[in-house]
């Protein structure tokens, strides 16, 4: 295998020499979405308790919904330290938006 991978490089170098062709198989995209860094980190504080909470909202049995959904997308061993469905209430539909970019991205939901 790894005198295969060398003749492909000699050869590729070869004929790089005389021209800008190259029978080396082209590699395809690697599919990463860029992240939007300021959601992203917006997000990771109030998953990690570092951010200030705001008053009770009007509608926190919406806000359950959504966040128990959130804390199924999250592997086993960080649920049973993580508890998103108590936050109902206390987050803004901002900080649930990033909230829930910053765990689709961080636990695989976008990849």
């Not at 936050?87 to 695989?108: D, K, N, P, T």
Request: hydrophobic share 35%.
């Amino acid at each position: 295998m790894a005198s295969h991978a060398a003749a492909s490089l000699i050869r590729c170098k070869a004929y790089s020499l005389t021209g800008p062709y190259c029978i080396c198989v082209p590699k395809p995209p690697t599919g990463k979405v860029r992240v939007d860094r300021d959601l992203y980190d917006r997000g990771q504080k109030i998953f990690n308790g570092k951010t200030t909470l705001v008053a009770p909202a009007a509608k926190p049995e919406e806000e359950t919904a959504r966040l128990t959904r959130l804390q199924s997308m999250l592997p086993k061993r960080t649920a049973k330290k993580t508890d998103l469905p108590s936050l109902a209430g206390r987050l803004s539909s901002e900080q649930i938006e990033a909230l829930e970019y910053y765990v689709q991205v961080r636990f695989g939901q976008i990849k």
